[in-house]
């Protein structure tokens, strides 16, 4: 049955690449391991496809880097049931098109046991239909609800699901006496899912969404969604943007003359906070986690080692948060496939069903909570003050709060 499936949906696939090989490029093949990449008895094969090209290659490139570190200490250790792990990846270029490929090649060619999917949500979105037929376990580490909801029994998630985090900001708009909020959105589908969570959010809650602009990944000038945005005078502004965009975005908004809170739907990574300067000041986010610029400013015991033991294989910090989605999304997988005691799909999807208390960098992690694949459920609440990421309940009330909050008019 199972031989069934895998030709049905490749079947399926090819046909879909026919009509798209006139836009798709060359995906580029690395290996953690040396070899054929063929599968064999003596070896499993981990696929993962990132984006290791493009605007978002510094995040891609940080979600393999983990992957390939937590392999290169699996197989140290013996690997799993003796057998050692091969890591074959792709890049897929942040596009749905080179995902579908990527995908094909893992399962035809390559005859992966298990997979880590892209940060890119849209990416999983088109690839996961092939993964979940072939019945390949699969962690995904893009954050938009949507290629959750397409109810693939494979697919499961140990990082933030935005539609999670969002309501969450909503009370901290009434902490803070907001009632209207504009929003700014990609084009994507991380974007579009984002923004949609938030003006249902505002809806339920009675606020106001005074507009909604987008532009498109690759755009650097956004001043005339910007000064459509503030012309509409809202309380706050709420952007649902990559991070290879953030960055850029937020430092306009201050150019601008907007000086209010800004919320947004990820983690202000190091490189974010480099690129946006002074400006990142006062950007509140719900997240799990948060980068560093030198590990000894971490107090978490269980990050700091990560970040230690990350720094002393690549010699820099991690510069995204999806790095730390690489590692736990391993993490995860681990805990699965040695409770199931095979790398069988069946075993290690009903394994990862019944995973709870498993400790990651982003918390604790249960799976039997909502039994729907979504591993986390809680996240702390942050805010940027002098260019470093806090604890918002240690904000409020501080010196930097109450001078903002005269300088606002609260």
Same mark, same amino acid.
């Not at 009370?171 to 984002?194: K, P, R």
């Not at 965009?245 to 601008?256: S, T």
């Given at each position: 049955?199972?031989?069934?499936?895998?030709?049905?949906?490749?079947?399926?696939?090819?046909?879909?690449?026919?009509?798209?090989?006139?836009?798709?490029?060359?995906?580029?093949?690395?290996?953690?391991?040396?070899?054929?990449?063929?599968?064999?008895?003596?070896?499993?094969?981990?696929?993962? +496809?990132?984006?290791?090209?493009?605007?978002?290659?510094?995040?891609?490139? /940080? =979600?393999?880097?983990?992957?390939?570190?937590?392999?290169?200490?699996?197989?140290?250790?013996?690997?799993?049931?003796?057998?050692?792990?091969?890591?074959?990846?792709?890049?897929?270029?942040?596009?749905?098109?080179? =995902?579908?490929?990527?995908?094909?090649?893992?399962?035809? @060619?390559?005859?992966?046991?298990?997979?880590?999917?892209?940060?890119?949500?849209?990416?999983?979105?088109? @690839?996961?239909?092939? *993964?979940?037929?072939?019945?390949?376990?699969?962690?995904?580490?893009?954050?938009?609800?949507?290629?959750?909801?397409?109810?693939?029994?494979?697919?499961?998630?140990?990082?933030?699901?935005?539609?999670?985090?969002?309501?969450?900001?909503?009370?901290?708009?009434?902490?803070?006496?907001?009632?209207?909020?504009?929003?700014?959105?990609?084009?994507?589908?991380?974007?579009?899912?984002?923004?949609?969570?938030?003006?249902?959010?505002?809806?339920?809650?009675?606020?106001?969404?005074?507009?909604?602009?987008?532009?498109?990944?690759?755009?650097?000038?956004? @001043?005339?969604?910007?000064?459509?945005?503030?012309?509409?005078?809202?309380?706050?502004?709420?952007?649902?943007?990559?991070? /290879?965009?953030?960055?850029?975005?937020?430092?306009?908004?201050?150019?601008?003359?907007?000086?209010?809170?800004?919320?947004?739907?990820?983690?202000?990574?190091?490189?974010?906070?480099?690129? =946006?300067?002074?400006?990142?000041?006062?950007?509140?986010?719900? +997240?799990? +986690?948060?980068?560093?610029?030198?590990?000894?400013?971490?107090?978490?015991?269980?990050?700091?080692?990560?970040?230690?033991?990350?720094?002393?294989?690549?010699?820099?910090?991690?510069?995204?948060?999806?790095? +730390?989605?690489?590692?736990?999304?391993?993490?995860?997988?681990?805990?699965?496939?040695?409770?199931? /005691?095979?790398?069988?799909?069946? =075993?290690?999807?009903?394994?990862? *069903?019944?995973?709870?208390?498993?400790?990651?960098?982003?918390?604790?992690?249960?799976?039997?909570?909502?039994?729907?694949?979504?591993?986390?459920?809680?996240?702390?609440?942050?805010?940027?003050?002098?260019?470093?990421?806090?604890?918002?309940?240690?904000?409020?009330?501080?010196?930097?709060?109450?001078?903002?909050?005269?300088?606002?008019?609260?």
């Amino acid at each position: 049955m199972k031989k069934m499936k895998r030709f049905a949906s490749l079947l399926l696939t090819a046909m879909m690449l026919l009509t798209l090989v006139a836009c798709g490029g060359e995906n580029t093949t690395t290996e953690s391991s040396d070899g054929d990449t063929e599968n064999s008895d003596d070896v499993i094969v981990l696929g993962c +496809y990132q984006p290791l090209t493009g605007n978002n290659a510094i995040q891609g490139e /940080g =979600a393999k880097n983990s992957v390939d570190l937590y392999v290169k200490e699996l197989n140290a250790k013996g690997g799993w049931f003796g057998k050692q792990i091969k890591v074959v990846h792709y890049d897929d270029g942040a596009d749905p098109e080179e =995902a579908v490929k990527c995908v094909t090649k893992l399962i035809e @060619s390559d005859k992966i046991d298990l997979c880590v999917g892209s940060i890119i949500s849209s990416c999983l979105l088109a @690839s996961g239909a092939a *993964l979940n037929e072939n019945e390949i376990p699969t962690m995904g580490t893009g954050l938009s609800p949507t290629w959750m909801a397409e109810g693939w029994d494979y697919f499961f998630r140990a990082c933030l699901n935005t539609a999670y985090s969002i309501p969450s900001l909503i009370e901290t708009m009434d902490q803070l006496g907001f009632e209207s909020v504009a929003i700014f959105e990609g084009q994507d589908d991380y974007g579009v899912s984002a923004g949609k969570s938030m003006r249902e959010a505002c809806e339920a809650a009675g606020k106001t969404v005074t507009t909604t602009e987008n532009y498109v990944t690759g755009d650097t000038d956004f @001043s005339g969604q910007i000064a459509k945005i503030i012309n509409t005078d809202p309380d706050c502004v709420f952007l649902g943007v990559l991070s /290879g965009d953030a960055g850029n975005i937020i430092k306009q908004f201050r150019q601008f003359g907007y000086n209010g809170i800004i919320f947004y739907s990820e983690t202000l990574t190091q490189d974010v906070i480099n690129v =946006a300067g002074d400006a990142v000041n006062h950007v509140i986010f719900k +997240y799990p +986690y948060i980068t560093y610029q030198d590990a000894e400013d971490c107090t978490d015991p269980f990050m700091k080692e990560f970040l230690e033991k990350y720094e002393a294989e690549y010699g820099f910090l991690p510069k995204g948060d999806a790095t +730390y989605r690489g590692w736990d999304a391993m993490i995860v997988l681990d805990a699965a496939v040695q409770a199931a /005691g095979s790398t069988d799909g069946a =075993a290690v999807r009903e394994a990862l *069903l019944n995973l709870s208390d498993v400790q990651g960098l982003a918390g604790t992690f249960d799976f039997t909570v909502t039994g729907d694949g979504e591993g986390l459920h809680d996240f702390a609440s942050w805010v940027v003050v002098d260019g470093d990421s806090i604890k918002l309940d240690d904000w409020f009330g501080s010196d930097d709060y109450n001078a903002y909050a005269a300088e606002q008019g609260w």
